[in-house]
């Protein structure tokens, strides 16, 4: 079976809008996605990529115009600038770990907890918002919270951060399947053609 290794943070629109279409994509193909939130800011700092408030207007106006057509072109609810961006993504990366680490829905948390934000435009580090997204994807925050600690799931959120480096990742979401890497969700048309063995 097809391993799809999956960095990406639960911050970024991108990250959000690949979400559905990837867990798709594994399905039809018969391949396994292994969830792994990763820190963008150390990524960042080590492949010269800044974070959105330190990049040149261009590059930020850019990014609004980018994030419209795509949010036009997948024809699906979207706010653009919602209120609680960037949040806190500490508990959210837990809730993630754990359902990675127990065999649940990681996945389709992490997608649900990007809904959170960009489409209900609401705080994904409330407890509250966390239980509702977890809900959607099938699951329990009680049950996560309980299967791993925010000590163990730091560990983790830092071993998954220095895998994607070590592997050339430099950016969320990126996709890595039999050691390539695949970065954007404006790249899923080739991950799809690599699961089908086309390239």
């Avoid at 580090?125 to 299967?147: F, I, K, M, Y």
């Amino acid at each position: 079976m097809t391993q799809i290794d999956y960095y990406f943070t639960l911050n970024s629109p991108w990250s959000y809008m690949g979400g559905e279409r990837l867990a798709k994509m594994a399905k039809e193909h018969g391949a396994t996605v292994n969830t792994k939130p990763a820190q963008m800011g150390v990524i960042f700092a080590q492949t010269g990529g800044l974070p959105l408030p330190k990049r040149a207007p261009a590059r930020q106006a850019y990014r609004l115009v980018d994030m419209r057509r795509w949010v036009e072109h997948l024809d699906i609810p979207f706010v653009q600038e919602p209120e609680f961006f960037p949040h806190d993504e500490t508990e959210g990366v837990r809730l993630v770990i754990a359902a990675q680490e127990t065999g649940g829905n990681a996945l389709a948390l992490a997608t649900e907890i990007g809904r959170s934000l960009w489409e209900l435009n609401q705080d994904p580090a409330d407890a509250s918002v966390q239980n509702e997204a977890a809900a959607r994807a099938g699951l329990d925050t009680e049950v996560l919270r309980g299967a791993l600690s925010l000590e163990d799931a730091a560990g983790i959120w830092t071993k998954n951060t220095e895998e994607a480096l070590a592997r050339g990742s430099f950016g969320a979401p990126s996709y890595v399947i039999d050691g390539e890497v695949f970065w954007g969700q404006d790249r899923l048309d080739f991950v799809e053609r690599k699961l089908a063995g086309q390239s």
